[in-house]
């Protein structure tokens, strides 16, 4: 009997929408809509590659150096992105979470964060996701379990595809009003507003050649409160929409070019999260954990057509 690499594989399903969540890290595996394909996810048997679906706790992208100053003393992180010299994408994304409930439309997934070098805290994780008609909810809440405070961010890594061999010929819609200029190393040099560059995608357009690995935020929100980010072909006939709701302030949208090569530029990864990188270090959309307190971010994915 062959075993799954990436655990437990709980399946979703609601009319023709199907979604899959595994127990490694409680990542997003897949999501379908019929024949089409609303994610580019990863195969059961797959090693997860360029942060596919994972869930970026307690912090999402780069910490310069991986140190930052908390409480009167520096921690030092593990360099988990060695060429850059950054701890990347938090801390639990390759151990396997506790599954608390399955059923056809909800999973929910529970894991301890233990005190450790470089983040001496001690959390609780709960991931709950729900497929019904409008799509699927995410709902992540992290609570401080520790006698004193933590800092905290949470971040999240699907690629979005437009039933497109690339994304250049997808249409991407972005409500936001600034973009964060990062050096080589993805790490932040300056909040910039969008407006006369070509990252204001506040209005409808091709991908193109534009390269993205970029932070936004000011993002402008309906009447339900939600930021949405769109992704739609060419056609205008169908598309997703990623809502940021509750908890998630900043979006990081990614083409896939540095991705191994067979992966590059067939999705946008449309990252929510409550911080941009390296918050830990500057403190902006750093969220402060103080002993008992919860934190909850929800997002989540509507595909549509016309």
């Known amino acids: 009997m062959q075993h799954s690499r990436t655990g437990r594989q709980l399946t979703l399903r609601h009319g023709p929408h199907r979604a899959v969540v595994v127990e490694l890290g409680a990542a997003l595996r897949s999501y379908t809509v019929g024949e089409r394909t609303v994610l580019d996810g990863f195969a059961e048997q797959d090693r997860i590659t360029g942060g596919r679906g994972q869930l970026l706790v307690p912090w999402p992208n780069r910490i310069r150096d991986g140190r930052y100053p908390w409480d009167g003393q520096e921690q030092q992180l593990p360099l988990t992105e060695p060429t850059g010299g950054n701890a990347i994408h938090g801390l639990l994304r390759w151990v396997a979470w506790q599954v608390v409930e399955a059923s056809d439309r909800r999973a929910v997934l529970e894991v301890p964060l233990w005190p450790q070098p470089g983040y001496p805290f ?113 056609s205008g006939a169908f598309g997703t929409d990623v809502w ?63």
Not at 145 to 160: C, I, S
Not at 195 to 203: K, P
Not at 215 to 231: C, E, H, I, K
Not at 281 to 290: N, P, Q
């Open 244 to 306: 940021l709701g509750e908890g998630a302030d900043h979006v990081q949208l990614f083409t896939g070019d540095t991705l191994q090569p067979g992966e590059r530029r067939r999705a946008v990864a449309i990252e929510p999260m409550t911080c941009p990188p390296d918050a830990f270090r500057s403190g902006t959309g750093l969220i402060t954990l103080d002993p008992g307190e919860q934190h909850t971010v929800r997002w989540g994915i509507t595909p549509w057509a016309e």
């Open 122 to 234: 001690h959390l609780h994780l709960r991931a709950a996701y729900a497929l019904g008609e409008r799509g699927l909810d995410v709902t992540v809440t992290a609570r401080n379990l520790d006698t004193r405070a933590a800092p905290y961010g949470f971040g999240q890594h699907p690629y979005v595809t437009a039933g497109t061999a690339v994304v250049d010929e997808a249409v991407l819609t972005v409500p936001a009003r600034t973009w964060l200029r990062t050096d080589e190393r993805g790490l932040p040099v300056a909040a910039e507003p969008v407006a006369g560059t070509a990252y204001d995608l506040r209005t409808p357009r091709v991908v193109g050649a534009l390269r993205l690995d970029t932070p936004f935020g000011d993002l402008d929100r309906d009447a339900d409160g939600r930021a949405v980010v769109r992704l739609a072909h060419p």
